[in-house]
């Protein structure tokens, strides 16, 4: 079994700044992309950013310049540096993995973790 726990949400004021942690646990053989979505009261849940095993990541527009997204290969844990958070970043964050468990499988799975609130807000 394999679970993602998210940590690092809170309460930020405008301007600020908040690191989320997302770390993999449980049979894992290998780990492809790793990524964050989020999903704001009543709106459809969107891609913020995600990194591939390589290294590649891609962004939001709504992100870029702003959210860093690294992951530390050893531990399993990706990160989200969001910075000069605006109101409208509010929304639930969702750590998201592509996992194999075993060496044998053909691909991965895709797990979600339980989600962390950010509210930005003065």
């Known amino acids: 079994q394999v679970q993602l726990v998210e940590s690092g949400g809170g309460l930020v004021q405008p301007g600020g700044s908040l690191r989320l942690s997302c770390a993999a646990s449980?049979?894992?053989?290998?780990?492809?992309?790793m990524g964050w979505y989020r999903q704001a009261p009543e709106k459809e849940r969107e891609l913020v950013a995600s990194?591939?095993?390589?290294?590649?990541?891609n962004y939001a527009d709504s992100v870029k310049g702003r959210f860093t997204i690294s992951r530390d290969y050893a531990k399993n844990t990706v990160y989200l540096q969001m910075n000069s958070l605006k109101p409208e970043d509010t929304a639930v964050y969702y750590c998201?993995?592509?996992?194999?468990?075993?060496?044998?499988?053909?691909?991965?799975?895709?797990?979600w973790g339980k989600g962390t609130l950010v509210t930005v807000s003065s």
């Open positions: 998201n993995a592509v996992i194999k468990s075993r060496w044998y499988h053909p691909s991965g799975i895709n797990y």
């Open positions: 449980g049979t894992i053989f290998s780990i492809d992309v």
């Open positions: 990194i591939t095993s390589g290294g590649n990541t």
